[in-house]
C-alpha cells in the first residue's frame, strides 16, 4: 500500500489519456485522516477540441475562461488559491503529490505565447487584469514587482511542437496576503457544467470550504495532444482538496461556538486516580468517528451531474471512498447505485444516478486495520533570523526522509523591499544519525546551480532558483541575510503594522528514476512568511504640522508684541490707588456732564 | 372629418406618456464600505446587506460594484466562516453562496472609487470592475465607514472630501453617465458629505448632520462585535417590510418620511434641490427606480433618428481629431527613434517594459586558480608601486 497515491494518481492519468476525446469528467476521493479529519477530493475535467476551440466554439469548457486565454494568447494556466498549512507528518502525503497545490494566497503561472518579452509581459498583465475581473480577486496586483520567470521549478504539463515552444514565455505570480473566500468559490463553480446544482459540486459549499483546516482550489488548462498526431484538446481541470474536521463540521451552522457538553453526556475514565463525581477524564476513543456525507458538507449529493460522462471508465465510479474493507460504508439506500471495490478493497467507488440526492454514511466503528498513512519522503519549513529592524535572515530546512539522495529545485521570489545578500548563502546539512550529526559542516557541492535575479527598488523582486542535492535521511539547512528597504510614506498599505506577507518557497522533488507520473516532480511549498518592516508613526506628519504651527504661533507672538508694544519699567507706572481712581472717574463725570451743558448753552446763545 | 382630433389626441397622450415615462432604462448600484479592521464588522455588513437588497429587487451581480475592504466572512476572528450577519438573530446570511465582490482589500481606494465613477482606467481593466452607465442609467451610490465634517475615511489611511465627491459626480454628469442618482451614506456627519455636491438630478441623504455621530445598532456576542448601523437598520427595515416585490409602488418619500430621529438618535438629512421639480418631484420617485431594476424600453422615432446621426457625426468628429493626435504623437515617437507604426500606449509600456530583463540569469562560481593569481599579481604590483615610490621618495 505504500505507492496509493501513485496508484490513485495512475488510474487518473489512465483515464484522462484513454478518453481523451470525452468532454467532462468529475470524482470525488474521500479519505479519512488520523485525528478526525477527512480529506475530500475533488476533481473536474472538461475538454474542447482544439479546433472547435480556436472557432470559439465552447460547450463543456468556459467561455468567459476560454476568452481570455485567446484575448491574452495563453497557452497554459495554472491558478491556484489556498489556504491553511497541510500536516504533513500526520496526514502522510499530498493528495497529487502536491502539483495541483498552491502557496497560501493566490498563485498563478502560465505559459504565454509571444514574440518578445515585452509582447509577453504586457499579455500576462492582459491576463492578470482579466482574471481578476473573473474570480473576484485582486490578481492585478501582479505586476512587474511579483512576476518572475522561474527557471527549472515549472515545466509545462501540455504538449506543443518545437516551433510553438520556442515562443512560450513562462511567467509566474504570486499574491501570499490574498484572503480566499466564498467570492472566489462563486466563480469557480460557475466555470462547471453543473455549475454546483448537480453532482458532486454539489457538495462545495463555501461555508465548509472556508472553515476547513486546509484547502486548496486550483485550475489548471493544457493543450493534450494524442501521441504522435496533431489531434489536441484543450483540458481544463479543477481540483478542490479541503480537509475537514469531522467533529468541527458536525457542529451546527448557527451556533457553531463549542460549549462544553453536559456532564452526564462525557464518558469517564474510571482508571484515573482522580476521578469521582466532580472529577472526570473523558475517555479517549480509539474508534473510527461516525460520520456521513450530509453531515459533513451540510448536504447530500444532489445526484449524478447529468453531463458528466463516467459510464465509459470501467476502472472507477464518481464517488470514491478510501477506508479498510472492514469499515462499515452505508450508501443511502433509496436509490440505485454501483459498487465497486477496487485496490485490495481499500477503495470503494459508488455511481449515484442522476435526479436523486445521494449519501455515504459510516457509523463509529473499531478496525483492526487502518489504511496505510505513506510518509512523505520530504519535509520542508522556513522561518525568519535575526532581530531589529534593518537585517534579518532567512533559514529553511529542508529534510529528506528518504533512503536515496534527493535533488531538488528551490524557488523564492521575495519582494523588493526584502534585499537579499547572495553572498551570505549558506547550506549546512545534518544527518539523522547519532554517530554522524557531530560533523556538521558546510558543503559547497550541495547547490548545484544558482539562478539570481537581484531586486531593483520599486521595479522588481528577487528571484532565486537553486538545484540542491540532499544526501539520504539527512536535513539540509539554508540560510542567508537580507536587509530591509524603507519604504515611501504613501507605499505603506493601510494595515503596515501587521507586517508584510513573503510568498512560500517553491520546492520540486526531481524524481531520479523516469517514472513519468506528471513529469515525475513532487511539488512542497513552506508556508508564507510575515515580515515586519520599520513603519513610521503615521499620525508623524499632522504632529508636525501642529507642532511647527505652535512654534511658529509662539515666535511670531513674541516678535510682534516687542514691536508694537513699549516697555516701561515698574517703578516708572504712577502707582494706582483708589483716591486717584476715584478722582479720575469724577473727573470723567465732570467732563461728561460739562460737554452736555455746553451743547446747551451753546443752544442759547445762538 | 371627425376621426381626425380623436386620433391626434391619441398621439398627443401617447407622446405625453413617453415624455414622463422615458426615465431610466438601467439601473445600477455602488456598495462601498471603506473601513478595513475586525472591530468595522458593522460597516461591511451594512454594504452587504444592501447589497442583498438590491440584488433581491432584482439588479444582477453584473451591475453592482461591490466594494469591500476587508474580508470578515472568512475571517480567523469570524467564528462563523463564510458568513456574515447583520443581525443577533442570525436568521440571514449575508455572504450566502453566490456573493461577486469587485473591489476588494487593498484595491479599495479613494483614486479607485473616482475612477470608477468617472471611469478612467488604464487598459484592460475588467469589464465586471467598470461602472458602464449611460444617460439613462439610474444609479445607487451608498457609502458607509468612518467620517467627519466633509469627509470620509478609507481604510484609515486616507480620505475623500465632500468637496472630490462633488467634482466626480459633476464629471459624471458632463459624461452623461447618469440620469438620475441616489446618494446614500451612512457615517458620522454624514450630511456634510453631500452638502458640497452640485450636479443636477441628484437625491442626497445622509445619517446624520453635522457634529453629530450615527451609532450602530446592536451588538452580536457570538461575533463579539455589533452588527449593524441604526440608519441603515431602520432603512433596510423599512425595505424588508414594504418593498417587499418589484412591483412595488413605494416611493422615496415614503422611505425618508419613516425615519424616526428617537429610533436613530441621529437627524437624517434629504437634499432635493438638485432634482429638477425639487421637492415636490422627487418625493414622487418610486424606491424601485433606484433599489430596484426596472427596465424601461424606450421606442426609437424619425426624431430620435435624426439625433442618432447627429450623434454619429460627432463620433466620427471626434474621431478625427483622436486620428490627428495618434498621428502627431506617431511622429514625434519617430523622432524618438521609436519603429513607426507603434501608437503611443505601446510605445509607453515598451520602455517601462525594457528595463524588465528577462528571466533570472545562472550564477558562475569561480573559483579557479588563474582568477587567485591574477588577483594576487594586482595586488603584488601595487605594492610593488607603493615600495618603488618610496625608495624614490627617500633617495630624494
Known amino acids: ?606 | 372629418m371627425a376621426r381626425l382630433p380623436w386620433f391626434q389626441l391619441v398621439i398627443a397622450v401617447l407622446s405625453l406618456f413617453q415624455f414622463t415615462f422615458a426615465e431610466h432604462t438601467s439601473n445600477w448600484a455602488v456598495l462601498v464600505s471603506t473601513s478595513r479592521f475586525w472591530f468595522n464588522y458593522r460597516h461591511l455588513a451594512n454594504v452587504l446587506s444592501l447589497y442583498r437588497t438590491v440584488k433581491r429587487l432584482g439588479i444582477p451581480d453584473s451591475q453592482i460594484i461591490l466594494m469591500l475592504p476587508d474580508d470578515m466572512a472568512c475571517n480567523p476572528r469570524n467564528a462563523f466562516p463564510g458568513t456574515v450577519f447583520n443581525n443577533a438573530d442570525r436568521a440571514l446570511d449575508l455572504y450566502g453562496e453566490n456573493v461577486e465582490v469587485d473591489y476588494r482589500g487593498y484595491e479599495v481606494t479613494v483614486e479607485n472609487f473616482i475612477r470608477l465613477l468617472t471611469d478612467r482606467f488604464g487598459e484592460g481593466w475588467p469589464r465586471s470592475k467598470r461602472l458602464m452607465t449611460d444617460e439613462r442609467s439610474n444609479i445607487l451610490v451608498y457609502m458607509t465607514g468612518h467620517g467627519g465634517n466633509e469627509f470620509l475615511k478609507f481604510q484609515d489611511a486616507e480620505e475623500i472630501s465632500a468637496f472630490d465627491l462633488a467634482d466626480a459626480f459633476e464629471q459624471m454628469w458632463e459624461k452623461k453617465r447618469y440620469h438620475e442618482l441616489l446618494f446614500m451614506i451612512d457615517t458620522c456627519q454624514a450630511n456634510t458629505m453631500y452638502s458640497k455636491l452640485y450636479s443636477p438630478n441628484i437625491i442626497a441623504t445622509g445619517s446624520s448632520e453635522i457634529d453629530q455621530s450615527s451609532y450602530s445598532h446592536h451588538a452580536d456576542n457570538d461575533v463579539g462585535v455589533a452588527v449593524i448601523d441604526r440608519y441603515t437598520y431602520y432603512n433596510l427595515d423599512y425595505l424588508e417590510t414594504q418593498v417587499t416585490d418589484p412591483t412595488s409602488k413605494k416611493t422615496l418619500a415614503d422611505l425618508f418620511d419613516s425615519y424616526d430621529e428617537s429610533k436613530i438618535h441621529s437627524h437624517p438629512g434629504v437634499r432635493w434641490d438638485l432634482l429638477k421639480g425639487g421637492e415636490t418631484e422627487g418625493r414622487q420617485r418610486l424606491v424601485m427606480d433606484f433599489f430596484g431594476n426596472v427596465q424601461n424600453v424606450e421606442i426609437e422615432d424619425k426624431a430620435s433618428k435624426n439625433n442618432d446621426t447627429q450623434w454619429r457625426e460627432d463620433l466620427e468628429a471626434l474621431r478625427r481629431l483622436i486620428d490627428a493626435a495618434r498621428q502627431a504623437n506617431n511622429e514625434s515617437a519617430r523622432a524618438e527613434n521609436v519603429k513607426p507604426g507603434v501608437d503611443f500606449a505601446e510605445a509607453a509600456s515598451e520602455q517601462v517594459t525594457a528595463s524588465q530583463m528577462p528571466g533570472a540569469a545562472k550564477v558562475q562560481r569561480d573559483d579557479s586558480w588563474s582568477k587567485r593569481a591574477v588577483g594576487a599579481t594586482a595586488l603584488l604590483g601595487c605594492l610593488g608601486i607603493w615600495l618603488a615610490g618610496s625608495w624614490l621618495e627617500a633617495k630624494r
Not at chain 1, 25 to 32: A, D, F, V
Not at chain 1, 296 to 302: A, H, Q, S, T
Not at chain 1, 469 to 478: A, M, V
Request: aromatic share 10%.
Open chain 1, 1 to 606: 500500500m505504500s505507492f496509493f497515491y501513485s496508484i490513485l494518481f495512475f488510474l487518473w492519468f489512465f483515464i484522462s489519456h484513454a478518453h481523451a476525446t470525452s468532454d467532462y469528467y468529475e470524482r470525488l476521493l474521500l479519505r479519512p485522516l488520523p485525528q478526525s479529519a477527512l480529506l475530500a477530493s475533488f476533481n473536474f475535467r472538461s475538454n474542447a477540441s482544439s479546433t472547435s476551440f480556436d472557432r470559439q466554439h465552447f460547450r463543456y469548457f468556459p467561455r468567459s475562461l476560454g476568452q481570455i486565454l485567446q484575448h491574452a494568447h495563453t497557452k497554459e494556466l495554472h491558478l491556484r488559491f489556498s489556504l491553511g498549512r497541510w500536516d504533513d507528518e500526520n496526514w502522510g502525503t499530498r493528495p497529487w503529490n502536491g502539483t495541483r497545490e498552491g502557496g497560501t494566497g493566490v498563485e498563478l503561472w502560465a505559459w504565454v505565447e509571444a514574440e518578445t518579452n515585452e509582447e509577453a509581459n504586457s499579455r500576462w498583465l492582459t491576463l492578470t487584469n482579466a482574471l481578476s475581473g473573473l474570480f473576484c480577486a485582486s490578481l492585478n496586483f501582479i505586476d512587474s514587482t511579483k512576476t518572475i520567470r522561474p527557471a527549472m521549478t515549472f515545466e509545462h504539463e501540455g504538449k506543443y511542437t518545437v516551433k510553438s515552444e520556442k515562443n512560450l514565455h513562462l511567467l509566474h505570480g504570486t499574491l501570499p496576503h490574498e484572503v480566499v473566500c466564498t467570492e472566489n468559490l462563486t466563480p469557480f463553480l460557475k466555470l462547471l457544467p453543473c455549475k454546483g446544482k448537480a453532482g458532486i459540486s454539489s457538495l462545495l459549499d463555501g461555508h465548509k470550504l472556508f472553515d476547513a483546516t486546509w484547502q486548496t482550489m486550483a485550475i489548471d488548462v493544457r493543450p493534450v495532444c494524442k501521441q504522435d498526431s496533431l489531434d489536441c484538446v484543450l483540458e481544463m481541470e479543477q481540483t478542490v482538496d479541503m480537509v475537514l474536521d469531522i467533529e468541527r463540521s458536525a457542529r451546527p451552522r448557527d451556533n457553531p461556538i463549542p460549549r462544553p457538553p453536559p456532564l452526564e453526556d462525557v464518558e469517564c475514565d474510571t482508571s484515573k486516580p482522580y476521578n469521582a463525581e466532580d472529577t472526570c477524564f473523558p475517555i479517549v476513543k480509539d474508534s473510527e468517528p461516525a460520520w456521513s456525507v450530509t453531515g459533513v458538507f451540510g448536504r447530500p449529493i444532489k445526484g449524478a451531474c447529468p453531463l458528466a460522462e463516467n459510464y465509459h471508465s470501467q476502472s472507477s465510479g464518481m464517488i470514491c471512498i478510501n477506508v479498510p474493507p472492514e469499515r462499515e460504508v452505508i450508501p443511502s439506500s433509496e436509490l440505485k447505485y454501483e459498487e465497486r471495490s477496487h485496490n485490495g478493497g481499500f477503495l470503494r467507488c459508488y455511481e449515484p444516478s442522476a435526479g436523486a440526492d445521494f449519501d455515504l454514511t459510516l457509523p463509529e466503528q473499531q478496525l483492526s486495520i487502518k489504511a496505510p498513512i505513506e510518509q512523505p519522503r520530504m519535509y520542508a519549513s522556513r522561518s525568519f533570523t535575526g532581530n531589529g529592524q534593518e537585517r534579518g535572515g532567512v533559514r529553511a530546512v529542508i529534510t529528506n526522509n528518504s533512503p536515496e539522495s534527493v535533488s531538488l529545485s528551490y524557488l523564492e521570489s521575495l519582494p523588493w523591499f526584502m534585499k537579499l545578500y547572495l553572498h551570505t548563502l549558506r547550506t549546512t546539512v545534518k544527518p539523522f544519525t547519532l554517530s554522524t550529526s557531530t560533523e556538521e559542516d558546510a558543503h559547497s557541492d550541495l547547490i548545484r546551480e544558482v539562478y539570481y535575479r537581484p531586486a531593483v527598488d520599486r521595479h522588481r523582486g528577487t528571484h532565486l532558483e537553486l538545484l540542491l542535492n540532499i544526501p539520504p535521511l539527512s536535513s539540509l539547512t539554508l540560510t542567508y541575510d537580507f536587509e530591509k528597504a524603507i519604504l515611501r510614506y504613501t507605499e505603506y498599505p493601510p494595515d503596515a503594522n501587521r507586517g508584510f506577507d513573503v510568498a512560500p518557497a517553491v520546492i520540486r522533488m526531481l524524481s531520479s528514476s523516469n517514472s513519468s507520473l506528471h513529469g515525475g516532480s513532487t511539488y512542497l511549498r513552506t508556508t508564507s512568511l510575515l515580515l515586519p518592516l520599520p513603519t513610521p508613526d503615521f499620525s508623524m506628519p499632522y504632529n508636525v504640522i501642529i507642532l511647527t504651527s505652535t512654534v511658529m504661533a509662539l515666535g511670531f507672538g513674541s516678535i510682534f508684541n516687542l514691536l508694537v508694544r513699549r516697555f516701561v519699567a515698574a517703578d516708572e507706572v504712577p502707582a494706582l490707588d483708589s483716591n486717584e481712581l476715584r478722582s479720575k472717574v469724577l473727573g470723567q463725570i465732570e467732563r461728561l456732564k460739562r460737554s452736555f451743558r455746553g451743547k446747551g448753552a451753546v443752544g442759547k446763545e445762538d
